[in-house]
Nanobody, 123 residues
Framework: QVQLMESGGGSVQAGGSLKLSCVLS????????MGWFRQAPGKEREGVAA????????YYTDSVKGRFTISQTNAKNTVYLQMNSLKPEDTAMYYC????????????????WGQGTQVTVSS
């Protein structure tokens, strides 16, 4: 029932920036945990970042701390991933996902997923 739509992917050179967007609809829960995941060819899917739309608390995987920022709109149905200082190893398909709340294992057990948007970073 819940649908997610990502946008904003593209191709950039190393050191560049991209901003990804994810829209969730319908917003049937009072709050969500909304996250960004990525999967590169031959690699396991990894959680990149997440935000609790209720508390505003954010979570990041170590490799993107200081470079990526997850944020939300006041309406809480849209989240962004601002990606700065991009590296070739950031190249992946990026997926938006949602669950009812951010558990202690913030990257686990997301039932709702978008279709993905490609991010390619060249050296």
């Amino acid at each position: 029932q819940v649908q997610l739509m990502e946008s904003g992917g593209g191709s950039v050179q190393a050191g560049g920036s991209l901003k990804l967007s994810c829209v969730l609809s319908p917003y049937i829960y009072s709050t969500y945990c909304m996250g960004w995941f990525r999967q590169a060819p031959g690699k396991e899917r990894e959680g990149v970042a997440a935000i609790s739309t209720g508390s505003g608390i954010t979570y990041y995987t170590d490799s993107v701390k200081g470079r990526f920022t997850i944020s939300q709109t006041n309406a809480k149905n849209t989240v962004y991933l601002q990606m700065n200082s991009l590296k070739p190893e950031d190249t992946a398909m990026y997926y938006c996902a949602a669950k009812s709340y951010c558990s202690s294992d913030w990257s686990a057990d997301f039932p709702y997923w978008g279709q993905g948007t490609q991010v390619t970073v060249s050296s």
